[in-house]
C-alpha cells in the first residue's frame, strides 16, 4: 500500500522543540522532491520545508528559517522535520507531501495540492 504516514505531533510551550517524522511505505522517496507544510483552521496551506531527496537540496519559508531543519534518512526512507524554539504561531496540522518533479513545483503545489502522495497529517500546538 502506498502511503505517507507522518508522527511525532503534540503539544509544547513556546520555545520548545518537537520532531516529526515522515515515513513512506509502498514506494521510494529516492526520485521525489519531499516536503512539509501545515495549515491552521481557517488558513490557508502553508509550505514550511521541503527537500530533494536525490541530493539533499532543502529550502525553507522565511518564517521557519533557522528554527526547522528537513533532513532524510535513505536506508529508511524517511523524512524528518526537527523545529526548535516553537512559537504559538506554529500551532497547525502538519502534512507531508511529495512531488516527481522540481523544488519549485512542490513548492507551488502547496497552493494547488497537486501533490503525488500526501499523509493524513499530525498535529502541533504551541502555548505560549
Known amino acids: 500500500q502506498v502511503q505517507l504516514v507522518e508522527s511525532g505531533g503534540g503539544s509544547v510551550q513556546s520555545g520548545g522543540s518537537l520532531r516529526l517524522s515522515c515515513e513512506a511505505s509502498?514506494?521510494?522517496?529516492?526520485?521525489?522532491?519531499i516536503g512539509w507544510y501545515r495549515q491552521s483552521s481557517g488558513d490557508e496551506r502553508e509550505g514550511v520545508a521541503s527537500?530533494?531527496?536525490?541530493?539533499?537540496?532543502?529550502r525553507y519559508s522565511d518564517s521557519v528559517k533557522g528554527r526547522f531543519t528537513i533532513s532524510r534518512d535513505s536506508a529508511k526512507n524517511v523524512v524528518y522535520l526537527q523545529m526548535n524554539t516553537l512559537k504559538p504561531e506554529d500551532t497547525g496540522d502538519y502534512f507531508c507531501?511529495?512531488?516527481?518533479?522540481?523544488?519549485?513545483?512542490?513548492?507551488?503545489?502547496?497552493?494547488?495540492?497537486?501533490?503525488?502522495?500526501w499523509g493524513v497529517g499530525t498535529q502541533v500546538t504551541v502555548s505560549s
Open positions: 527537500i530533494k531527496f536525490s541530493d539533499g537540496f532543502t
Open positions: 507531501a511529495t512531488r516527481e518533479s522540481t523544488v519549485d513545483s512542490w513548492w507551488e503545489a502547496v497552493q494547488t495540492h497537486f501533490f503525488d502522495h
Open positions: 509502498g514506494f521510494t522517496l529516492g526520485k521525489y522532491v
